[in-house]
Structure formats: structure tokens, C-alpha cells
């Protein structure tokens, strides 16, 4: 089911939260979908937080964790956050909490590792949160994950398994890529978003705003859900068109994913 995040806004630029599901239509390719799930702004948002702590992200860390702080502090007042670090473990730092102190507690303890086997669970990780994510069946969800994308010593998972499992799992994935160079790339970072509606944000000048905006973004969005009839292609994005039968409304919608076909 591919998933497809929309937010709607009048002339003023506020919010508007109280369309129902027949005012959306949705085109994969120019061909009309059948929208098959339906979660409301007033349905839960619920989010984790997936934080890498190896030494390869030491350098860039604490800034980051700053951006994501701001992030918190403009999700609405009953948004839930779940925290979960890794490194050579996976550690639930803290339980899904509206508690915004309780989690610049946590921020603030998330210290890089210090690791001699530089081990990064990165693909247990991400099935972990996942799972977990999955468990939430009424709400919607979103996972934030900070790394640098490389993966070294999963046991539990691997790469196309947490690939398959984020398009089964109807969560939408926003990585941040913790990179000296701004020229640096992560094709599996690239990948978790681009296949599930996603955007993937850099270290930078900046995130502050780009994590602002979204948590704004998330506060007053729908989610719509479709089985696409089309057949997946992964060397290219398949364009997605949201469109309302409300006059006077603008759309922020997801406007492709690029399915992921497991090779060979």
C-alpha cells in the first residue's frame, strides 16, 4: 500500500482538518486510485525517533540533536515520541511521551558511543523501530532517523528485509544524513525515503527549519493509503497527484515514491 501525506490549507494559510475522504482523488501516473485507507488529522501521530550514537556521527551529533529538539517543541501537545538509540545495541531510550521535558532529558544523555569494534546495528535498528511503528494501527506515523547510513554488524536484519519491511509497514520515513560533506551521499537513506513518500534532510545550515517545517506539516496532516495498479519500477519515481473538491484550498502532498524491487 503505497502512502501518501497531505496537508491542506485555506487562503490564510491555515490548516484546514475537516475534509473527509471523497473530497481526495489521487493519480499515480495520471490514472486514478482507489483510496483504501483514511486517517484524519485528529487521528494520534506518534513518531520515533531513531538515533545513531556510533563514533562515526560523534562530529555532528549534538547539532543535530539541537535541530531535533526544535523539532519537538512545535509538534502539537498531544503528539507522542518514542527515542530509541544504537550502536552496537539497540536501546529503547524512552516510550512514546507527549512529555516534551522528559525528552530534552533524553537529547541531552544521547552522547556518542565509545566503541573499539565501531559496531552500528543500523539495519536492526530500523526494523526494530519499525515493528514497532506497525503496532500502531490507528495513529499516524512517521520515523525519524539520524545516521550516517552505514551499517556495520547487524545480526537480525538486512538491508532489502528492513527495505521490504518499510514499504509493508505504512510509515513514512524521514532520514537525516549526519555528513561532513554536503556532497555525500547514502543510497540507503536515499532509498527508506524515497520508498515510502519520505524526505531525507542533511546536516546543514538549514535542518533547524527544514525539521521545523515538517513538524508543522505532521501537527495537520492526512494520511491517504492505495494499492497501486500499476506494475513497480524502480529505476524511476512513480509521479503521485492529490487533488480535493474543496474551492479555495492549497495542497502540500506527496508527489512520487519509488517502489524498491528486491534484486537478484
Sequence with gaps: MVRVNVAVFDRAGRPVTDMRQEEFTILELGEEQRIERFLPPRAPLRIILLVDRSPSVAFGLAQVLDAVLEFLLHLGPYDEVSVISFSSRVALESDFTFNVDRLREVLRRLEPMRDPTDTTKLYDAVAIALERLQEQTEARTALLLVSDGRDRGSTEARRDETLQLARRS???????????????????????????????????????????????????????????????????????????????????????????????
Excluded at 494499492?227 to 506527496?254: E, M, Y
Aim: net charge positive.
Design 170 to 264: 505504512f510509515v513514512t520515513i524521514y532520514p537525516i544524513h549526519v555528513t561532513p560533506r554536503a556532497s555525500a551521499k547514502s543510497e540507503y537513506l536515499e532509498w527508506l525515503a524515497a520508498t515510502t513518500g519520505g524526505e531525507l534532510y542533511r546536516t546543514g545550515a538549514d535542518l533547524d527549519r527544514n525539521l521545523v517545517e515538517l513538524a508543522r506539516s505532521l501537527r495537520s496532516h492526512y494520511v491517504l493509503g492505495y494499492v497501486s495498479s500499476h506494475p513497480p519500477n524502480p529505476k524511476r519515481g512513480h509521479t503521485i497527484q492529490v487533488r480535493v473538491s474543496r474551492a479555495d484550498v492549497t495542497l502540500r502532498a506527496t508527489h512520487s515514491y519509488r517502489p524498491f524491487v528486491k534484486g537478484p
